[in-house]
């Protein structure tokens, strides 16, 4: 803003806002008139207003424009690390999820593995149940019984209850895995619902250019250009003095508003009430031409500076919606940091979770497989039952054969006994007849005495007796016994 070293070199000075000359011709102007535009010009310097408000538009723009690079350094550097650290948990949480997919899957495995077992030997237990024992093996008076009535289920019973008492367990342990698999993944969604993760290349708003630096620039732009209105505004307070000076009673009129200017415009604080010097008629023509065509831009001027101002106040809002976005995200990612420190101290549980269930697993999956075995080893001893059973109906029949040939054989052998024996009594009643009338009866005792007899008896009849059983069922025993 410039200072006026005398009213005459201030009226030699070309217009205060528009910068054009003077139009050619005669030019007076009313006294009036003259107070009029002393007015208008010392009403619109209060546009200083407006110029403070646009310094300290500029003055906040600076300073949310370092807050802005401050935060986003932090938010850049702790998005990082967070990333950093997020890609690391999931890392964890997948490893994590697989062994519990690999714990469920093998468990599925094995259940599958026990019901296809169980089922085997639920079958064989049936051919038990529907296999009835002969009743030519067991007491008459007795129920019949199939070969089921024979086993001891104890042992089964045993296992069968272990075995559901395992699965009940396992399923009990495996969801209370999963529960700390859930809280895991919700421990884990809960940062990266605050941060969250970004994919290669991907941008955040945060991340693009800030608009911040061209829209201070903009503002700066608008506050010096108000600055350079507001300086021609009071330049033409000033013209407008000298030429109210220079009127009649004009010291007067002058000194009564010269009081009432706001502080800091720079006007001419030398003018006093009194001419310094006279001035020409062609300078004073001059100097009302360019204060006429000044007095009708005043308006437009302080318009402008309002218009800029108002721009000014729009752009800040976004400087200030863009700070706002900055600190927010600032504010959620110091909270996603806090929570994932907060996460650090339960890793290590969760990861020893893990670390048991699948020690745990590994053991109890070895038991299944023991279980399994004994439920095979069980089937193989009832399937062997069903088989022995088949043999002992054959070994009987071979039994009942041999039994048979036996007494044929005795029989044929008591003939031949019996046919002996008759022919030895003949040959011992011809003996008698012909040599008895010659040989005393005491030369030898047993000289009258009748043949031996011979019997073939059992010796253990009642231990020995072998069942009669039919043909087709011996047969059919034989066609299992040799899988045909």
């Excluded at 550097?77 to 890392?91: A, K, Y």
């Excluded at 729009?314 to 909270?335: C, K, P």
Aim: glycine share 6%; proline share 3%.
């Amino acid at each position: 803003m410039s200072s006026h070293s005398s009213d005459k070199s201030q009226v030699a000075h070309s217009s205060a806002l528009s910068g054009s000359a003077p139009k050619e011709g005669t030019l007076d102007i009313a006294h009036e008139t003259l107070i009029a535009h002393l007015l208008a010009s010392k009403h619109s310097l209060s546009s200083i207003n407006h110029v403070w408000r646009a310094n300290q538009i500029v003055t906040s723009a600076r300073e949310a424009l370092e807050q802005s690079v401050v935060l986003k350094a932090k938010n850049d550097f702790l998005e990082r690390g967070i990333q950093d650290q997020v890609q690391l948990l999931q890392n964890v949480r997948d490893g994590v999820q697989q062994v519990s997919r690999e714990g469920h899957a093998e468990f599925q495995r094995v259940l599958g593995d026990l019901d296809a077992a169980e089922a085997r030997l639920q079958q064989t237990i049936t051919r038990l149940r529907t296999t009835m024992v002969e009743t030519s093996f067991r007491p008459a008076e007795e129920e019949r019984k199939s070969l089921h009535d024979f086993l001891d289920e104890q042992g089964l019973d045993g296992l069968m209850i272990s075995l559901r008492e395992s699965i009940d367990y396992t399923n009990v342990v495996r969801k209370e895995f999963s529960m700390v698999n859930q809280a895991f993944e919700e421990d884990l969604q809960a940062v990266r619902s605050i941060v969250p993760f970004k994919a290669t290349g991907s941008a955040s708003r945060e991340d693009l250019m800030s608009p911040v630096p061209s829209l201070l620039h903009s503002l700066e732009s608008h506050a010096k250009e108000m600055a350079d209105l507001l300086e021609s505004l009071a330049r033409h307070f000033d013209m407008c003095v000298i030429a109210v000076k220079y009127t009649e009673g004009g010291g007067a009129a002058v000194q009564s508003m010269k009081g009432d200017v706001p502080t800091g415009i720079g006007i001419n604080k030398g003018h006093n009430d009194k001419i310094s010097e006279p001035i020409s008629n062609e300078e004073r023509e001059d100097m009302l031409g360019i204060l006429e065509k000044d007095a009708a831009d005043v308006e437009d001027v302080v318009m402008e500076i309002r218009d800029r101002l108002v721009e000014m106040e729009l752009q800040m809002e976004f400087v200030t919606s863009h700070i706002n976005d900055v600190a927010h995200t600032h504010t959620l990612t110091t909270t996603a940091f806090e929570m994932l420190e907060e996460f650090r101290v339960k890793l290590p549980a969760y990861i020893i979770e893990s670390r048991d269930f699948l020690t745990w697993w590994n053991y109890e999956k070895q038991l299944f497989e023991q279980r399994m075995v004994e439920l095979d080893r069980l089937k193989d001893f009832y399937e062997g039952f069903l088989g022995a059973y088949d043999r002992l109906i054959i070994e009987v029949g071979r039994r009942k054969g041999v039994q048979t040939m036996m007494e044929r054989i005795v029989q044929e052998a008591m003939t031949k006994i019996e046919q002996l024996h008759e022919d030895d009594m003949g040959e011992r009643e011809a003996f008698r007849q012909d040599q008895g009338d010659f040989l005393p009866s005491d030369i030898w005792p047993g000289l009258v005495n009748p043949p031996i007899r011979y019997d073939i008896v059992p010796l253990n009849e009642g231990h020995g007796a072998v069942p009669d059983l039919p043909k087709k069922l011996i047969e059919q025993a034989m066609r299992r016994a040799s899988g045909t």
